[in-house]
């Protein structure tokens, strides 16, 4: 299939050609048309298949079809951290490059009073986060009884933080009927079921990639390590190979990140630390940096680099392994996107392994376990799960009475 095919209007398909989409990737194939036809949709696909573009090309076709001047946002986009309300407020500039519908972004990490200035402009698309539009709402600074389709991103991520009773409360704002449209990188659980239930009419229901699949341009391998300092090395020589053009390092814990920046920088490599307690300007300060390669490594934890939408991201690599399988994917859909190939990383002490082990359970498949000459570990990854999992037999204790007949006969 083919973008022309999709009966978009010639202004949008010129956007799309201005930024070399060559074709419809599997979700955008099968929700466009459905958006299109006005109909609600519950859509799970894996991170980096192209999700944005298939709920920002319908409602840029759906405001081109119904034009009107109401002044106030008609289309509300949803999205759980800034950093993804800023990468989808991109890409709704990109293609609507040649429209003329205002958008107006609202995230925390700015002074309110900013914020509800451009809300007093004309605005036909709003992106915001749940938080800072409720806060904004409070204020009587936005309008939301025009909304006429509303798109909730990554929906399994704002569960997670908690954001549903905020989301629930936008919606009873919006006076209305509308069209609404809930995107997921995965569908399972009964949380995105009841959410869906609540916000959705009937919704076609499109499910590109299984809950446990990632983008099929990942390579993924496995190094194991002995120690700290054996991991360092590991990841210093991964770093320094020339296939590594650009890379973002996952650590669980901030303090663990700054940790591993400093120590990479000892080795004058250039790398830089993204957490969640940056002040925004300072994010997107080293994001820009980091797309623009001026720095190679980006050391992130996992709320700082949600929402990360960058190409030419050549490896991710998991110095601490993700609790979850669900978080593991979303970790791995940084590299790998757009048609383009990718390696993720593992780097795996022992006290790994029981994360590994869920990873893979989650994944339904054992991941490669790969040697760097030179730095080949100590041990084998079957010898340590074999040794994780024998049972330590319990110690023999003494018999009290045993113990006290034999002292009297000593006597």
């Known amino acids: 299939m083919t973008f022309e095919e999709l009966d978009l209007d010639p202004i949008l398909l010129s956007a799309i050609e201005q930024q070399k989409y060559h074709k419809p990737t599997p979700v955008q194939e099968a929700a466009i048309p459905i958006l299109l036809e006005r109909q609600d949709i519950l859509a799970g696909a894996a991170t980096g298949t192209g999700k944005t ?57 700015f002074k309110m009073s900013q914020q509800t200035d451009l809300l007093d402009q004309p605005c036909d698309i709003l992106v915001a986060t749940p938080g800072r539009l409720a806060k904004i709402m409070e204020e009587d600074a936005v309008d939301l009884s025009h909304i006429e389709m509303l798109i909730i991103d990554e929906a399994d991520r704002m569960l997670d933080m908690g954001q ?11 006076p209305g009927d509308f069209q609404a449209g809930l995107f997921s990188a995965t569908l399972s659980g009964s949380g995105i079921e009841k959410f869906a239930s609540e916000i959705l009419d009937e919704p076609e229901i499109v499910q590109i990639d299984a809950p446990n699949q990632k983008s099929e341009q990942v390579q993924q391998l496995v190094y194991l390590a002995n120690d700290k300092a054996h991991k360092q090395a590991l990841l210093t020589s991964i770093l ?56 190679k490594i980006l050391v992130a934890t996992d ?109």
């Open 53 to 109: 573009a298939a709920f920002v090309l319908p409602a840029l076709q759906y405001l081109l079809d119904e034009p009107q001047r109401s002044n106030q946002p008609r289309v509300l986009i949803l999205a759980p951290t800034r950093e993804l309300a800023f990468q989808i407020h991109k890409v709704v500039k990109q293609l609507g490059s040649y429209c003329e519908f205002p958008s107006v972004i609202v995230t925390g990490g």
């Open 164 to 174: 549903g009773p905020t989301v629930r409360a936008l919606i009873e704002a919006i």
């Open 240 to 295: 320094k190979d020339a296939s590594c053009h650009s890379a973002i390092v996952f650590c669980n814990k901030k303090e663990r990140a700054i940790e591993v920046t400093d120590y990479l920088q000892s080795k004058n490599l250039s790398a830089q630390v993204l957490h969640g307690d940056f002040i925004q300007a300072v994010r997107m300060e080293k994001m820009q940096k980091f797309q623009n390669g001026k720095i």
């Open 303 to 411: 709320v700082a680099a949600r929402g990360l939408d960058m190409l030419n991201i050549t490896h991710v690599i998991n110095y601490d392994i993700p609790f979850r399988g669900d978080i593991y994917i979303h970790r791995i859909g940084r590299t790998g996107r757009a048609q383009q190939v990718g390696v993720a990383i593992n780097l795996v002490e022992r006290h790994d392994l029981v994360n590994l082990e869920r990873i893979e359970y989650h994944l339904q498949q054992n991941l490669p376990v790969e040697k760097i000459a030179g730095l080949e570990p100590n041990f084998t990854l079957k010898e340590a799960l074999k040794k994780a999992t024998t049972k330590k037999k319990p110690k023999k204790t003494a018999n009290k009475s045993g113990a006290k007949k034999a002292a009297k006969k000593k006597r």
